[in-house]
């Protein structure tokens, strides 16, 4: 259950102008500038990445070829890594991602013939042909990046003296932040409309098992817009980040088998497992939300105005009201008060914080209640929602029992910064490496020319 990122469109062409295989070495002699294990690097590469950057409106006057050179060959030096590390990216996990660009780049473009001229390609064949090793590779290298942080780990102590280590005037000044609390109260869904949704599912996987295409079905029918395009499918293993009601019934279908309606946050699913792959499941699966009537709406804001006007008379207390009345379960046992989804505690530094969150308490005073709002949340829809303000923190610098988790996460990024450049230099030392004349007068980070 993705959503479309505005750049996507450059997403495909970064990874051309970032990679060429082994292959192209054969194909393509003139141009390479540098050979990494058995990849190269192009100086056409390093001119395409310009081109992207300046695409995506990155001021590129600071930046110099040197510099993108050598991330070209950081890059290089993962992906080699990782096949020495026997890490394996499948040819479906490739597709998959694959298909998720294109669909992204055609919904950009206009269609699939529009992308095949727009990358100068004769037929979509020509096209999935030329990114599947760029994809690959990229793959690798996060996969690669992954494994070498997966074992850092930080303790209190080394928090402690990673903060003791900054000098007097380089301590970290953090923003001005705040904590927020709120209280939902959502629409009643009748009983008449659940039966409609799952009587409509019902009928849907009746029609499948008398013959026809359960990927037509969720093109047409499914709400989840992550998947709906690409036949409701998704490849999960039980790691995989998904409401744990659908990894139960996931995991307990058979190939082939198609499951009865079942309920999750989201709303109604059925679901068919097309393969199973030792720990992983290949599945599509077909999502429809209830809809909300009008009523159930205007109950809605009549319950959270009469839950505003008790708070506001002293009835109750905003955080005994959320306990008692709230229907946001996530919030409603900590009083209402909302986790930061970066940090995972419960301030807000108003700078990061999300626009429509920061338009809706901004002009708040501390302990105001504001008047009901109306938000609405994928899956499950509109709702009524009414915000306090519980606590403000001003502008200041770092202090470490106060800011700690923020030090930690400082402390943490210095480590694995560290790792990287450890393991990098001790790669670099055993990997083939060859730098073109022409950028050996380069100052590069890392020791490429191995001096």
Not at 11 to 29: D, G, N
Not at 42 to 54: G, K
């Amino acid at each position: 259950m993705k959503f479309i990122n505005k750049k996507l469109l450059y997403t495909l062409f970064l990874i051309t102008s970032t990679v060429v295989f082994a292959q192209t070495k054969k194909e393509k002699v003139d141009g390479v500038v540098g050979v990494v294990g058995d990849y190269v690097v192009l100086d056409s590469d390093i001119d395409l990445d310009f081109i992207t950057m300046r695409a995506q409106g990155v001021d590129t006057k600071n930046i110099t070829r040197c510099e993108v050179f050598g991330k070209q060959l950081e890059d290089k030096l993962y992906a080699h890594h990782a096949i020495q590390d026997s890490i394996i990216v499948t040819d479906a996990e490739v597709n998959s991602y694959l298909n998720e660009q294109l669909d992204a780049a055609v919904e950009q473009i206009g269609s699939m013939e529009k992308v095949v001229k727009y990358y100068n390609k004769k037929n979509e064949e020509e096209l999935r042909n030329h990114f599947f090793d760029a994809v690959k590779m990229m793959k690798l290298t996060d996969q690669m990046q992954k494994k070498i942080l997966e074992s850092v780990e930080i303790t209190p102590e080394e928090v402690r003296n990673f903060f003791k280590g900054i000098p007097a005037d380089e301590i970290p000044t953090f923003g001005a932040e705040m904590e927020v609390a709120q209280i939902v109260v959502k629409p009643v869904i009748t009983e008449d409309e659940k039966k409609r949704v799952i009587d409509k599912l019902k009928e849907i996987k009746q029609d499948v098992l008398n013959g026809s295409s359960f990927f037509s079905k969720a093109v047409l029918f499914s709400e989840d817009p992550g998947s709906s395009s690409n036949g409701g499918y998704y490849k999960m293993n039980r790691k995989t980040q998904f409401v744990k009601e659908f990894k139960d019934v996931a995991f307990s279908l058979a190939e082939g088998e198609i499951s009865e309606p079942f309920e999750t946050e989201f709303g109604y699913h059925i679901i068919m497992v097309e393969k199973i792959k030792g720990q992983e499941v290949e599945l599509r699966h077909i999502l429809i939300s209830p809809k909300v009537s009008t009523q159930a709406m205007k109950d809605a804001k009549e319950k959270i105005e009469q839950i505003r006007t008790k708070i506001l008379n002293k009835e109750i207390s905003f955080a005994d009201a959320a306990k008692s009345s709230s229907d946001q379960k996530e919030t409603r046992n900590s009083g209402g008060v909302l986790l930061n989804p970066r940090t995972m505690e419960p301030r807000f530094e108003l700078t990061k914080m999300d626009p429509t969150l920061y338009a809706q308490v901004s002009s708040l005073k501390d302990g105001e209640v504001s008047l009901p709002l109306i938000d609405e949340e994928r899956g499950t829809g509109k709702y009524y929602k009414i915000i306090t303000v519980n606590n403000r923190i001003d502008e200041h610098q770092a202090d470490f029992s106060k800011d700690y988790l923020k030090i930690k996460e400082l402390a943490l990024k210095d480590k694995q910064i560290k790792a990287i450049a450890k393991w990098t230099e001790e790669k670099i030392k055993e990997t083939y490496i060859k730098i073109s004349d022409d950028y050996k007068d380069c100052d590069f980070a890392n020791n490429w020319l191995k001096k």
